[in-house]
């Protein structure tokens, strides 16, 4: 049965429409409004996520950066707007479509979001036990290749709470990465972690993109962290993108809130 | 002095109870009409759940997991209920019965009260203290800790991964810990009855045999499905929308508590209203 969904879902992957896998823009968010109430928190939020790069999507909290990385999985259903993922509008996609569209991506979340009672191997395992027709060995070694990468073999065999915070998210990087997505989302990954703690996951994210040419997508208020990371930066002010480009270009922005924002960091080029 | 002419201010007091007393009637008629909401999205639960219900993948290892949790790990503590509410009925029934000489009918009673309502009633809530408020916080913890949005970015239904096999869990496992139940409160009763009591094993058996038959086993066993679905679905309803942190799942996992002792309740009224042809009300 299993076989079955894995074969509708193969299906529904086939016939989606020719993916534009060429192009430098690997991500196209096209005004995009989400609302909850008369709340309006997204108001035509237009962006572009570079292939092969580490975006940064940054603002201060209660800008909307959450609500827009939970339209960009589609978490949630934008109430307009494009979400253009290689040329396919995901926002307007359902059932089977959307579940194999979903495979583009891999979701690394703010508090890891390891499933509890699974050990670590098997939070790394569950992806391609549920998506792929892999044997039991195949599935090993795939995993134990993950973890390797990524320094965490040892804990194979450990429950998730049995982990550092800076171990948990190499896990969840390990999970994120293992169905081989094209784009990773991180989810504020340094909140809360010391700084130790967030330079190994810095260097993380790094890796991850050098190591396996995956798209970087990272939503953070940390801009220290997002100094040592970034190649392009996004600045999310009041719901609307305000300022975007490289780190040079955001740094000597003239938007008022990007510039307040950047003077509050303490950040400067050198 | 001639009257100052009203002001925006003035304006704006004589406004506000007027907003108070909006305020308040929409406060009322959304308590008013909350459980009505509730029953809506209990059924939108459970029609999502019949629909994922059946489409594969089906995860026998989940369902199988679910089982044990809500039928083997109450094993013991419905079996202790069962012996202790056993033998109280049958003090209390040996105790009545002797004012008017009917002291042999106690384990015909205590047979088809145990059949009829006390064993599903009891396992029902046993399986609500034990498994259901477990389900709640489980899924509770999941929901605010990201682990069903990680479910849902990996292209996995949470619904059918982890609603599903606990409903049928539920389903399957509370009449068969209602019959534990009746077999082991009849133990209790008879055990209290004959060793304590002095009532002839012989009579009590007999008159128990002579007036349950199956119908009265299969009208608790009725029961006791509608029980274990309401129970799970309840549980699984409170758990997989809680939100506001380990405090929002302890208030969560409350309600599911409270919720599913009223529901066992009502529905027993009405199953057995139904049951017994006799009109709800």
Known sequence: MKLFRRNAMRLAHASLPPQKKDDPIHVRIVDVHKSYGDQHVLKGVSLDIHRGKTNLIIGPSGSGKTVLMRQLIRLEKPDSGKLLVNGIDFAKLEGLELAAMRRTFGMVFQMSALFDSMTVFDNVAFPLREHTTLSRK????????????????GAAHKLPAELSGGMQKRVAVARAMVL????????????????????????????????????????SHDMASVMRIA????????????????????LRSEHPATAEFVRASRITLE | MPDAAPTASDAEESSKPRASLRDAGEWLLKLLLSPFAELGALFELLGEALFWGIRPPYRGRLLVEAMEFVGIGSIFIVSLTALFVGGVLALQLVDGFR?????????????LALAREVGPVFAALMVTSRAGSAMTTELGSMRVTSQIDALITMAINPVQFLVVPRLVAGLVMVPVLTMLFNIVGVFGAFFVAVSLLGLDPGVFM??????????????????????????????????????????????????????????ILMLDYLVTSLILGQGFF
Not at chain 1, 233 to 250: D, N, P
Not at chain 2, 215 to 242: E, H, N, P
């Open chain 1, 138 to 153: 195949e599935v090993r070694d795939r995993v134990m290749a993950r973890l390797s990468a990524l320094g965490v073999a």
């Open chain 1, 180 to 219: 081989e997505s094209e784009i990773l989302i991180y989810d504020e990954p340094t909140t809360g972690l010391d700084p130790i703690t967030t330079e190994m996951v810095d260097d993380l994210i790094i890796e991850a993109e050098e190591m396996f040419g995956v798209t970087s997508i990272v939503i």
């Open chain 1, 231 to 250: 190649n392009y930066l996004s600045f999310l002010h009041e719901g609307r993108i305000v300022a975007s480009g490289t780190k040079e270009e955001l």
């Open chain 2, 99 to 111: 004012d008017f000489g009917a002291e042999n009918q106690t384990g015909a009673v205590i047979g």
């Open chain 2, 206 to 263: 007999d008159r128990l045999q002579w007036l349950v038959d199956w119908d009265d086993v299969s009208q608790g066993l009725i029961k006791a499905m509608v029980f274990g679905i309401a129970v799970t679905l309840i549980a699984c309803r409170q758990g997989f929308y809680a939100r506001g942190g380990a405090a929002g799942v302890g208030r969560a996992t409350n309600r599911a508590v409270v919720q599913s002792a009223i529901a």
